[in-house]
């Protein structure tokens, strides 16, 4: 199994971006997916995640900023950001059971 994430750059306070995981050897469809993020010098956080049946929940903090959504036919997962800020830097993950990518860098300057 493999997962990818990207899409991550460095972006004004404000701003948006869109990450997408991409997996191979294991179907979206059928797992639950996660986003995380690690700040420098912070631990992982959660940041949401969308569910087998397309369920998503968020970070209460992140509620209305950030969106999950999910395409099959692709097998990839996406998480849209709007309105960033400079607190939302870091490296961002995705996760499928005890499978993660290897994450894609957030920088949102201010």
């Known amino acids: 199994v493999q997962l990818q994430a990207s899409g991550g750059g460095l972006v004004q306070a404000g701003g948006s971006l869109r990450l997408s995981c991409a997996a191979s050897?294991?179907?979206?469809?059928?797992?639950?997916i996660g986003w995380y993020r690690q700040a420098p010098g912070e631990q992982r956080e959660w940041v949401g995640g969308?569910?087998?049946?397309?369920?998503?929940n968020y970070a209460g903090s992140l509620k209305g900023r950030f969106t999950i959504s999910r395409d099959s036919a692709k097998n990839t997962v996406s998480l849209q950001m709007n309105n960033l800020k400079p607190e939302d830097t870091g490296v961002y993950y995705c996760?499928?059971?005890?499978?993660w990518g290897q994450g894609t860098l957030v920088t949102v300057s201010s």
């Open positions: 050897g294991i179907f979206f469809g059928s797992n639950g």
């Open positions: 996760s499928v059971q005890h499978y």
């Open positions: 969308i569910s087998r049946t397309g369920i998503t």
